[in-house]
């Protein structure tokens, strides 16, 4: 798959144990076609050798400012020039801090400050380091002049230590390189709505029903079409996640909540993306008061009533009607009954996933998905749900605004 075909990539690793995660980097970006320069500090050397890269990368490996052979072949300023990405990856402390002061003391931080590449950084240190006040400055000031800030993840570090620093995996980060350098549809003008999560209907005071939808892929799309210039309002239910820049938010908890605010925002929107699992039922009554065991009976009966579907209203409109994208969530016969629901729904397209699939589906950082529309499927290979976002929104982009 050469998603990076041609693009110019300098990889700048900095001292950090997460060094020796650069290689498989390396690997990974050069499949996608991307052509990759190193860049090493002399504190990465003490992790791992040049060598190492200069054969992943096909290149030999800069790693100093004042090497006259290095200077010969391709100089600083001409290297610092041919790069359209710049990312260091680990991105140490000190590496943060050098930049966010504009020092130019080694090859990495005179190339980072004599390059009008964008600058992507993927953090790597101890989480007290990462959590010191001097740190979080410095991020700041780098993310004010528009330094990407990839990561880092949260969990147990290579000191013993439990906590966020870790650099992203090196798929994460080529994701981002991805969904950064490749083409994407412009939607600069176009209105999306999405919604997303679950929902949550009340039982009585302190009770719920609810499902595992975690509103990772419909924070995903929002954050997708947002970048691809998008007006974006995302529905979200009850979760827990960052709104994606730029995106407008309405949080809502249960069914008719949602329905409210996904019919306002259809009325406005070009596309209507129902990435939420929206509980099918809902109890008859919302007691007033926690409901008690009723004595003596081991059995009790809950009494449901059908909530609206709200993607099936919308694609129903005659008038203000979005080109209309569903989900279907399947443990069996996913391509069946996700075609059922594309024309039962009059959908435009729908999504289909296997959710009993491990590593895939609900809750998981990746899926693996079948877009149907009337003429036909594509199936999709499993990806993680940012990048898979991107081209789901590339190909919703091309039915809804093909013409
Ligand atoms: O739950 P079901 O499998 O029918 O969901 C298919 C699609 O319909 C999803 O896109 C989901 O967001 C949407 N839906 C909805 N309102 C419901 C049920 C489902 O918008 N009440």
Redesign the pocket.
Same mark, same amino acid.
């Given at each position: 798959m050469s998603s990076l075909a041609n693009k110019r990539i300098l990889l700048g690793i900095s001292g950090g144990i997460a060094a020796y995660k650069s290689a498989d980097l390396v690997r990974r970006l050069k499949e996608r076609g991307a052509d990759v320069r190193v860049v090493m500090t002399a504190g990465a050397q003490e992790f791992i050798k040049p060598l190492t890269f200069q054969a992943l990368s096909g290149h030999p490996v800069h790693t100093d400012l004042l090497d006259p052979a290095a200077e010969a072949a391709m100089g600083h300023i001409e290297l610092a020039k041919w790069a359209e990405l710049i990312l260091i990856a680990p991105a140490s402390a000190q590496v943060l801090a050098k930049l966010a002061g504009g020092m130019a003391d080694d090859l990495l931080s005179t190339l980072c400050l004599a390059s009008e590449a964008t600058l992507a950084l993927a953090p790597a240190m101890n989480q007290a380091m990462w959590r010191h006040p001097a740190t979080a400055a410095n991020v700041d000031t780098l993310q004010a002049r528009n330094t990407l800030i990839w990561g880092p993840a949260a969990g147990s570090q290579a000191c013993g230590d439990v906590g966020p620093g870790r650099m992203l995996e090196p798929e994460a980060l080529v994701a981002e390189v991805e969904s950064l350098l490749q083409p994407r549809a412009d939607l600069r003008g176009k209105h999306f709505a999405i919604?997303a999560g679950p929902t949550r209907e009340s039982l009585d005071p302190v009770r719920y029903l609810t499902n595992h939808s975690s509103g990772k892929m419909g924070f995903a799309l929002a954050a997708a079409a947002r970048r691809a210039g998008a007006e974006v309002t995302l529905i979200a239910g009850p979760v827990n996640l960052p709104t994606p820049a730029g995106v407008k938010r309405v949080d809502v908890v249960d @069914?008719r909540e949602m329905q409210e605010a996904a019919e306002r925002a259809a009325d406005l929107c070009d596309v209507f993306i @129902? @990435? @939420? *699992?929206?509980a099918?039922f809902r109890p008859e009554r919302i007691a007033q008061e926690k409901i008690k065991k009723s004595d003596g009976s081991d059995r009790d009966t809950l009494a449901l009533v059908k909530?609206?579907?709200?993607?099936a209203g919308i694609a129903a409109r005659n008038e203000r009607r979005p080109f209309t994208v569903?989900? *279907? *969530?399947e443990t069996e016969k996913v391509l069946e009954h996700a075609a059922g $629901?594309l024309s039962r $729904?009059k959908l435009d397209m729908i999504i289909a996933n296997d959710v009993s699939e491990a590593d895939s589906g609900f809750n998981s950082e990746r899926n693996r998905v079948t877009v149907l529309d009337p003429s036909g499927r594509t199936e999709l290979p499993q990806s993680l749900k940012t990048a898979l976002a991107e081209q789901l929104i590339g190909m919703i982009a091309a039915q809804a605004f093909s013409q």
């Open positions: 919604t @069914a @129902a @990435a @939420a *699992a929206v099918d909530n609206p579907d709200i993607v569903g989900f *279907a *969530a $629901k $729904k």
